[in-house]
């Protein structure tokens, strides 16, 4: 079996395997997560696990100092394209070049699902952060009615844009505890329900099911979700007796 890295490179530059993405959804979902963090300019925020700089984009937009981590070369020369003036770092997510409490944000979006490591990059997460800093994950959702509906048809594992080689789904509270069980306060979950990404589905049943569909979804069911957490300073890394054990 190839390095995750490798198989991560191969599947940055695979376009057909990479989500399709929506631009304009992009921007807005981006521009929301700002606004839950409440960003102000001269503030630094790492997107770790960034991609190919998308978020990190619509920082720096905001005037906020932006770091992007990730281990795949091949995303981050995408992202250097994109935005020059962003310091994207090649890095794993279990070993961040940063000094501890750097920075005021921290997101994650849909990437410590496939970490190989959680536990060793949340702790990495809570060391960089600052005291009253602010971190966010989006984290996706086992339960969501798209891949019960998927399972119920094809028989299949759901996944993520072709991403089957390394990801993990839980539910709202499973997360949650996940969060919890590594020193974090979860301030606030929000969900997500827009599914322009998906490849398995037509146009016309994305637009049914953005446009009218995902009102009708519940909390428990929906696609993913967002977590809003803030560093819980009593720090206790084996405050845990769950299936995420240290290892
Ligand atoms: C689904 S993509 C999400 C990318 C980006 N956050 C976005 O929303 O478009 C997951 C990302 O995590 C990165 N990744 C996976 N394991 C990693 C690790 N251990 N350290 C750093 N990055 C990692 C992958 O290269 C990939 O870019």
Known sequence: ???????????????????????????????????????????????????????????????VKVYGVDFSMVALREAKSLNKKINFILADAVKLPFKEDFFDHVVCLGSLEHFLDKISALKEIHRIVKKKGKVFLFLPNSYFLGHIYFVWKTGLPPDEGGQYFCEQFSTKLGWKKLLEDNSFDVVSIYKFNTIWASKKVSWFTKYVYNFILKHFIPFNLSYSFGYLCVKNEDRNPCRRNSPWECT
């Open 1 to 63: 079996m190839p390095e995750l890295k490798t198989l991560y490179d191969a599947w940055h530059l695979d376009k057909s395997m990479s989500w399709v993405k929506v631009k304009k959804y992009e921007e807005r979902i981006n521009s929301k997560i700002l606004d839950i963090l409440e960003v102000k300019r001269g503030e630094t925020l790492l997107d770790l696990g960034c991609g190919k700089g998308s978020f990190c984009n619509s920082a720096f937009k905001r005037g």
